[in-house]
């Protein structure tokens, strides 16, 4: 076990090395990053400044909505984001052929090999949105509040997670996998406001086949003290983490049986 | 065969191979029909029934439509293309086809766009519209004024995405640094939410900035936001930003055709 993690690691060390080969380049990327986020934030604050409330909700408990989705989402993407959108390419390719002759998982080999460390800097970047929020809220900061937002953002992960993994399952049976374009980048900012504003439907969606309300909506409240729960009773706001590990293993398995009806197309 | 019919011919190459994948148009339909009805309902929650900062919800119902279909007809994969045509060499065939590479690129990425527009954007546009509303032009002078706005702020948009990609014959791998500018540009253009909205600070530093002119603009014109007296002062500021990124471009051009690295191919 331990040389199997020692493996991993050095893959991901060495892809790490890999990105920091055009040294301009990475530098530019993780400034740009930060900048488009940060700027991205300081607009929608303002935006619901303007307006003081969205829903209920005010500034900077949409600050933190958008805090926690994008810090989920970071973490995330550092693991799957290259299986998400290199792995139809791969199989289309024959690519994935070498994928299957490693002495390791299909999944943990291609998570290894796309790890992305930029994504870290965003994560960075999220903490301290989460940290503004909090701050701001004026909300009492102590041991069980940390381990609150800790496991509201680690069950965020798992949910977006579960959900890359879902799309990227599609890949095996689709030769142009369309769910792997702009589909999530569209949808995720659905999460970003309350969606106690969509209709009751959409928010039952969101919290039972796929439940993204679990990224940010329900975890906020647990920090915030909201009580915006709809139709469902106020012990979601603690169930992140639950659902978000039980939703990553459910992907996982489709994940698994989607790749067994992998059929190379030559390399 | 002539230049006009050689670019017509690309421009409807990019279309047709948009329809090689429909499913893919699907879930595209999909993706950016749950975007806009997501924003739409934020508005609404916003706005409620009546005005807030003179603003309606058709006003922005009618912005959020047209922002995306000017945004995404006049889009370009230039950016992209030119970075990944650098990093498998393939643009050394560039150099030497008898055709204007720009214009080559421009009219493959309209081809792309009439067909998301048409498939996507009309569709959630028609019934966004029946539901909350969408405003036409108050007179005919004000939609002239829109179209020659709206040719200004497209080749704006097109010079800029294609400044970014030449970027790419010296950032050899900056897949990441165009999305952001995107970010940026989608910020001060007031593609989030109106200029008008924005705080007074902010909306003085998109002045001096080229992407209000893009979109938000040609946009502001449509709705009677910008008093027709100040009209012909946005157009010739649009003027002069085409005139300024036309500059950059060909330096830029100039010096990278000395300076490109074929990577291999």
């Known amino acids: 076990?331990?040389?199997?993690?020692?493996?991993?690691?050095l893959y991901m060390r060495v892809k790490a090395k890999g990105k920091y080969e055009y040294r301009a380049a990475f530098w530019l990327d993780a400034l740009s990053f930060l900048f488009g986020y940060g700027a991205q934030t300081l607009l929608m604050v303002l935006l619901t400044q303007k307006f003081d409330t969205i829903n209920g909700w005010t500034p900077f408990e949409v600050m933190l909505l958008?805090?926690?989705?994008?810090?989920?989402?970071?973490?995330a993407n550092a693991l799957l984001s290259d299986v998400m959108w290199s792995l139809s390419r791969r199989i289309r390719t024959g690519d994935f052929d070498q994928t299957l002759t490693k002495p390791m998982k299909p999944l943990t080999y291609e998570i290894v090999t796309g790890f992305s460390p930029y994504y870290f800097l965003h994560f960075f970047l999220a903490l301290g949105m989460v940290a503004i929020g909090v701050t701001q809220l004026h909300v009492t900061v102590t041991p069980l509040t940390i381990l609150q937002i800790a496991c509201g953002i680690l069950g965020g992960a798992c949910v977006q997670g579960g959900v890359l993994l879902l799309f990227a399952s599609a890949s095996f049976f689709w030769i142009n996998n369309p769910l792997t374009g702009n589909f999530y980048t569209n949808i995720r900012p659905l999460i970003e406001y309350p969606i106690s504003v969509y209709p009751k439907f959409f928010q039952v969606l969101l919290t039972t086949l796929i439940p993204l309300?679990?990224?940010?909506?329900?975890?906020?409240?647990?920090?915030?003290?909201?009580?915006?729960?709809?139709?469902?009773p106020p012990v979601v706001r603690h169930l992140s983490l639950p659902v978000g590990i039980a939703f990553l293993l459910i992907a996982y398995a489709v994940f698994a049986a989607a790749s067994k009806h992998y059929k190379s197309t030559g390399s | 065969?002539?230049?006009?019919?050689?670019?017509?011919?690309?421009?409807?190459?990019?279309?047709?191979?948009?329809?090689?994948?429909?499913?893919?148009?699907?879930?595209?339909?999909?993706?950016?029909?749950?975007?806009?009805f997501a924003q739409i309902l934020i508005w609404v929650a916003l706005l409620g029934s009546g005005a807030r900062f003179d603003t309606t919800l058709s006003q922005m119902v009618t912005y959020l439509i047209l922002t995306r279909v000017v945004s995404?007809?006049?889009?370009?994969?230039?950016?992209?293309?030119i970075s990944d045509k650098i990093d498998d060499g393939s643009i050394a065939n560039d150099f030497v086809r008898p055709l204007n590479f720009k214009l080559y690129l421009l009219c493959n990425d309209l081809g792309n766009n009439f067909f998301k527009v048409l498939v996507v954007f009309l569709p959630i546009g028609v019934l966004a519209g029946l539901r909350y509303g969408f405003l036409l032009p108050q007179t005919a002078a004000q939609g002239a004024a829109f179209l020659v706005s709206l040719a200004f702020g497209a080749l704006l948009t097109f010079y800029y995405?294609?400044?970014?990609?030449?970027?790419?014959f010296w950032l050899i791998k900056n897949p990441f640094l165009r999305w952001h500018f995107r970010n940026v540009e989608q910020i001060f253009s007031g593609q989030f939410f109106p200029i008008w909205l924005y705080p007074a600070?902010?909306?003085?530093?998109?002045?001096?900035?080229?992407?209000?002119?893009f979109t938000y603009e040609p946009l502001a014109i449509y709705l009677g936001k910008t008093p027709v007296s100040e009209i012909p002062r946005v157009l010739l500021i649009?003027?002069?930003?085409?005139?300024a990124l036309y500059a950059v471009e060909r330096i830029l051009w100039r010096r990278a055709c000395k300076k490109v690295l074929v990577q291999g191919g």
């Open chain 1, 1 to 9: 076990m331990k040389k199997t993690l020692a493996v991993l690691f």
């Open chain 1, 66 to 75: 958008y805090a926690y989705t994008l810090a989920s989402y970071t973490l």
């Open chain 1, 213 to 232: 309300a679990f990224v940010s909506f329900y975890p906020v409240q647990q920090i915030s003290g909201r009580q915006d729960f709809g139709l469902f």
């Open chain 2, 1 to 36: 065969m002539n230049q006009v019919a050689l670019y017509s011919l690309t421009l409807w190459y990019g279309l047709k191979s948009k329809l090689t994948y429909r499913l893919s148009s699907v879930f595209e339909l999909l993706g950016k029909f749950l975007e806009i």
């Open chain 2, 72 to 81: 995404t007809l006049f889009a370009t994969q230039a950016g992209n293309e």
């Open chain 2, 161 to 168: 995405s294609y400044i970014l990609g030449l970027l790419s």
């Open chain 2, 201 to 213: 600070w902010l909306s003085a530093i998109t002045e001096f900035l080229p992407f209000r002119y």
């Open chain 2, 238 to 243: 649009q003027a002069f930003w085409l005139v």
